[in-house]
């Protein structure tokens, strides 16, 4: 599967956005994004929900950003399947605020 910066912002920026108290401002390039999963996982940590997941999503796309080819590939899908697992979270988190 090949997963690319741009779809990972496409699919995550919005339900992130939430958690990470920018809703108004959704990530649109991948520096944003990794801020954001830094405040989500502060926030995550506070309501006591596990940030595994968030957190090596955002060290997967901090590495992927000075990398290239495989290697960048390897850590995108990385980043992505740990989002995909964060998800649920993200919908958590949303209800309860």
């Known amino acids: 599967m090949t997963v690319t910066i741009e779809q990972i912002i496409d699919r995550y920026a919005k339900p992130l956005a939430v958690v990470a108290d920018k809703d108004e401002a ?7 994004l990794i ?10 940590g506070l309501a006591h ?5 968030v957190d090596a999503a955002a060290t997967y796309l901090t590495d992927a950003r000075t990398s ?3 290697e960048q ?4 899908n990385k980043a992505d399947q740990r989002l995909r697992n964060a998800w649920d979270l993200f919908d958590e988190y949303a209800l309860m605020v």
């Open 26 to 32: 959704p990530a649109t390039d991948v520096d944003e």
């Open 49 to 53: 929900f596990d940030t595994d997941d």
């Open 73 to 76: 590939q390897v850590l995108l």
């Open 35 to 44: 801020d954001q999963l830094q405040d989500a996982s502060r926030n995550l």
């Open 68 to 70: 290239s080819g495989r």
